[in-house]
């Protein structure tokens, strides 16, 4: 998606910056992408501590393994990618750890909370509150493409390489999801839906 080029342009040549091994790029890296990768990965595990952890180890490592990034031609799907691998390692370890034989849900992704599809003032407490309840009808494999497409701008090919499938499945998803959210909302609400989609394509 083009839209995501403009916010990656500077990202990208702040990483080209920190693989030479700068220090201030480094830890401009580290801030240009924390707010996305937090809000990616409380979504999939729900446990803030465990991935500020994760993140805090993602880039310590990216730090001492810096001259072998210089292939990666997306670092914001290598940074998403790497932090989803972290976090469904990381509770897998625990869960071994305290004797949970359970299997860690790899495709689970927790619901939206109603401050996250809150950005316009005119919209109106019950329809925000029936929007928040039709997108959390959606399978967790649906939410999760909607949020990394509409949420954080990510395009079809981006993630298709996050969550490795294909990228007809990722549009299925998409075209899917919005399916439901029409089978559930009348058509005023389901205006604003796309309103609000189309914002966040063009402000994230």
Not at 14 to 25: A, I, K, M
Not at 30 to 41: C, R
Not at 131 to 141: C, G, I, P, T, Y
Request: hydrophobic share 35%; charged share 35%.
């Amino acid at each position: 998606m083009d839209s995501n080029k403009g916010k990656m342009g500077n990202g990208d040549a702040v990483w080209d910056r920190f693989v030479q091994g700068d220090e201030s790029c480094f830890r401009r890296l580290f801030k240009i992408h924390f707010d996305s990768m937090y809000g990616y990965g409380i979504k999939l595990c729900s446990r803030p501590e465990l991935v500020r952890d994760c993140i805090q180890e993602l880039f310590k490592t990216l730090w001492e393994r810096r001259d072998e990034l210089e292939h990666i031609e997306s670092p914001n799907v290598y940074l998403f990618v790497s932090l989803r691998r972290k976090i469904i390692t990381r509770q897998k370890a625990q869960r071994k750890l305290d004797g949970d034989l359970e299997e860690v849900d790899e495709g689970k992704f927790t619901q939206f909370a109603r401050e996250e599809i809150i950005i316009k003032d005119e919209v109106k407490f019950q329809q925000k509150e029936e929007l928040k309840k039709a997108l959390n009808q959606l399978s967790d494999r649906q939410k999760e493409v909607i949020f990394l497409h509409f949420y954080n701008g990510m395009s079809y090919r981006e993630i298709e390489q996050i969550l490795s499938i294909n990228r007809q499945s990722v549009r299925n998803h998409i075209y899917r999801g919005m399916e439901t959210l029409r089978s559930i909302l009348d058509t005023e609400i389901m205006k604003l839906v796309i309103s609000l989609l189309v914002t966040f394509l063009l402000f994230v």
